[in-house]
Structure formats: structure tokens, C-alpha cells
Nanobody
Framework: QVQLVESGGGVVQVGGSLRLSCAAS????????MGWYRQAPGKQRELVAT???????TYADSVKGRFTISRDNFKDIVSLQMNSLKPEDTAVYYC??????????WGQGTQVTVSS
């Protein structure tokens, strides 16, 4: 089992920045990918950004150029630097980990609210 603890959510004004972090613990051997998803009220959960062990990253088009995902492989921590935040970025952000390319674990979510 892998446990995920997210931190860094909160309320920020339009144009502001936030940094989310997710620390994985437990049996973290075999983690192949770490990333962030988000779910806004009334919408489906969507990919925000992921980072594979290879260093390959994937970003949603809506966040490219504004968000940056990084990962500390030694500490099994994935972070999401979010700049130039917009009201449409308001959502619950979830950390996800993929292990051995088939098992997936989710964090409890952290609320990000961008106010205008």
C-alpha cells in the first residue's frame, strides 16, 4: 500500500501562485509515475500534470506555461507549482501515484480556490 499526503492548497487571488506537494509513504518501491489531477464542481476529474520516472512530463493544455510539475525521487515527493492562477483553476486537486505500471493510489485531495 501507498499512502499519499497532500499539502499546499488554499485561497489565492487571480494571477497569484500556489505550490502543492504530495508525499508518498509506505511501500513506495516500484512507483513509475506521480502526478496531479483536479475536479471542479459538477465536472469530471481531469489530468493536470504527470511526471514519469524517465522524467517525461505531461500537462493539460489549459495549464501549459503556467504550471510546473517536479519530483524528488529520493523522497517520493511530487510538487506542482501553479502560477498565473485563473478562476477556472478552482478545484479539488488530487495526487495520484502509479506503481508497477498497474496499481494506482490517490490522495485525499486539497482545495484550491482562485478568487476574483
Amino acid at each position: 500500500q501507498v499512502q499519499l499526503v497532500e499539502s499546499g492548497g488554499g485561497v489565492v487571488q487571480v494571477g497569484g501562485s500556489l505550490r502543492l506537494s504530495c508525499a508518498a509513504s509506505g511501500n513506495t518501491f516500484g512507483i513509475t509515475l506521480m502526478g496531479w489531477y483536479r475536479q471542479a464542481p459538477g465536472k469530471q476529474r481531469e489530468l493536470v500534470a504527470t511526471r514519469a520516472n524517465s522524467g517525461d512530463t505531461t500537462y493539460a493544455d489549459s495549464v501549459k506555461g503556467r504550471f510546473t510539475i517536479s519530483r524528488d525521487n529520493f523522497k517520493d515527493i511530487v510538487s506542482l507549482q501553479m502560477n498565473s492562477l485563473k478562476p477556472e483553476d478552482t478545484a479539488v486537486y488530487y495526487c495520484k501515484v502509479r506503481k508497477l505500471s498497474r496499481y494506482e493510489y490517490w490522495g485525499q485531495g486539497t482545495q484550491v480556490t482562485v478568487s476574483s
